[in-house]
Nanobody, 126 residues
Framework: QVQLVESGGGLVQPGGSLRLSCAAS????????MAWFRQAPGNEREFVAA????????FYADSVRGRFTISRDNEKNTMSLHMNSLKPWDTAIYYC???????????????????WGQGTQVTVSS
């Protein structure tokens, strides 16, 4: 089992940047596929980005590609999401997720992931 804790959320103006972090504890983080999802009020949880076990493969939702960058440090048991050029519609609670298996077909589906953090609020507003 792995425990996940997100941090780094906050209020930022449109066009600004934020860096979210996800700290993992418990079983071997380096063996887990990782992802970020987000959920805005009244909306379903949606996929943002995913990263393979090795960190060499990264995948993004169309809405964030080119603006967000996902990365992981298996030595420090952490995953990050660098968010640039933030838009008001990026406002949501951001969750990190982990699963012991990578799936090329399911990495963007929330029901693929067994472990979730508590979420961190990101608000983009002037």
């Amino acid at each position: 089992q792995v425990q996940l804790v997100e941090s780094g959320g906050g209020l930022v103006q449109p066009g600004g940047s934020l860096r979210l972090s996800c700290a993992a504890s418990g079983r071997a983080f380096s063996g887990y596929a990782m992802a970020w999802f987000r959920q805005a009020p009244g909306n379903e949880r949606e996929f943002v980005a995913a990263i393979t076990v090795s960190g060499r493969g990264t995948f993004y939702a169309d809405s964030v590609r080119g603006r967000f960058t996902i990365s992981r440090d298996n030595e420090k048991n952490t995953m990050s999401l660098h968010m640039n050029s933030l838009k008001p519609w990026d406002t949501a609670i951001y969750y990190c997720a982990a699963d012991p298996a990578w799936s090329n077909s399911d990495y963007g589906k929330s029901n693929h992931y067994d472990y979730w953090g508590q979420g961190t609020q990101v608000t983009v507003s002037s």
